[in-house]
């Protein structure tokens, strides 16, 4: 099967043996296992089971096996189930052994899991605020003003909208207050973007099903979706967690396509560029959504000035390479999208593209 029919499967079977493959790839041998005994489910009869292979829609494009996957991990971070330890560790290499352990599992927190399935998972990783930041130095490079108003949708706990609160090293360029808490510096590829003065004026965001970080429960969810194998993915949410203690983020309850609407007819300030940014969340928005987003983007663009300008920022995945795709356009100077950067949908490495 080529890369673009896979976030197309509609076999339940073929999407859980695709995702935790995928997990294997990406060093998460345990959490494959996991995903793998989901096969194991098949004649349960816990509700969860039933509800996973009658599913309705695109599996991977639902993520709907890292909906379940998450809400095993809850499991064990919560201390009802530590029998997971040893999985997640290596110490059970027996894929059947796992494939009991997890039926057991399922069949015994039923009640618990099955609200896992309802949303898909909120992978608000730190790390991609590194590809915002380099993406705001390529546009303080002489193509907009050097000062930003930052929205970005889809932002779960917003991790990212703190991004003016962390220290970057990008490839040796150097932004960010140096003495944050959080300090990002992917492995870097290529040249470095530019080292251009960027400051942030606000920065607000909104999902339609935000976590907060100050709310234990609510931030042990997020955790649940971070593969336990991740532990520096585990320590910057721990970080990103203190920060937010002190000054929460600004986020909103709110469907993206009416909060992208509201925002942009905002009166704007002189010298200030608006920035809308999103990162892993596209695929999950309705098509009329998108396009609401996008006739909102195109209106609010032809209003730009270079003393008003505004910009889009997207790290979102190519449906056809699975690539990480860093990309950005601009109003005014055109709407021509400019290809900056892939990356690991992590953090762990950019590659930059952009000169």
């Not at 189930?81 to 927190?109: C, F, K």
């Not at 991004?163 to 590829?189: C, D, F, K």
């Not at 995945?317 to 795709?325: I, Y």
């Amino acid at each position: 099967m080529g890369d673009a029919a896979v976030m197309d499967i509609v076999s339940v079977p073929q999407a859980i043996e695709w995702q935790a493959k995928h997990a294997e790839n990406a060093g998460a041998p345990g959490t494959a296992q996991v995903v793998r005994a989901l096969l194991a489910l098949e004649d349960s009869h816990a509700a969860t089971a039933r509800r996973i292979f009658n599913w309705q829609g695109l599996s991977l494009r639902d993520a709907m096996p890292l909906r379940i996957a998450g809400g095993i991990h809850n499991l064990l971070l919560t201390g009802e189930e530590p029998r997971l330890e040893d999985v997640y560790a290596g110490r059970m290499p027996d894929q059947g052994q796992v494939d009991a352990l997890v039926r057991e599992i399922v069949e015994t927190h039923d009640f618990q899991l099955m609200p896992w399935l309802d949303g898909p998972p909120q992978t608000n990783e730190v790390g991609r605020s590194a590809n915002f930041a380099a993406g705001l130095l390529w546009l303080a490079d002489g193509r907009t003003t050097a000062q930003f108003e930052f929205l970005e949708i889809g932002a779960s706990a917003g991790i990212n909208t703190m991004i003016g609160r962390y220290h970057y090293n990008l490839g040796g360029v150097t932004t960010g207050p140096a003495a944050s808490r959080m300090q990002i510096s992917p492995e870097w590829r290529g040249n470095p973007p530019p080292a251009s003065e960027i400051a942030f004026v606000d920065a607000r965001g909104s999902d339609i099903a935000p976590v907060d970080l100050t709310d234990e429960a609510q931030a042990l969810r997020l955790k649940s979706y971070v593969w336990p194998e991740a532990t520096g993915r585990m320590a910057r949410i721990d970080a990103a967690i203190a920060l937010a203690e002190r000054m929460p983020p600004e986020i909103e309850r709110m469907d993206a396509g009416d909060w992208v609407e509201k925002e942009l007819a905002k009166p704007q300030e002189e010298g200030v560029t608006r920035v809308l940014a999103h990162s892993i969340m596209w695929q999950y928005l309705p098509d009329a959504t998108q396009a609401r987003i996008e006739a909102a983007l195109q209106k609010a663009g032809e209003a730009a000035s270079a003393e008003k300008p505004l910009a889009h920022l997207s790290l979102e995945t190519n449906r056809e390479t699975f690539a990480h795709e860093l990309r950005i356009r601009y109003w005014p100077g055109g709407e021509e999208q400019v290809h900056l950067a892939n990356a690991h949908p992590h953090g762990a490495w950019v590659e930059w593209l952009g000169g």
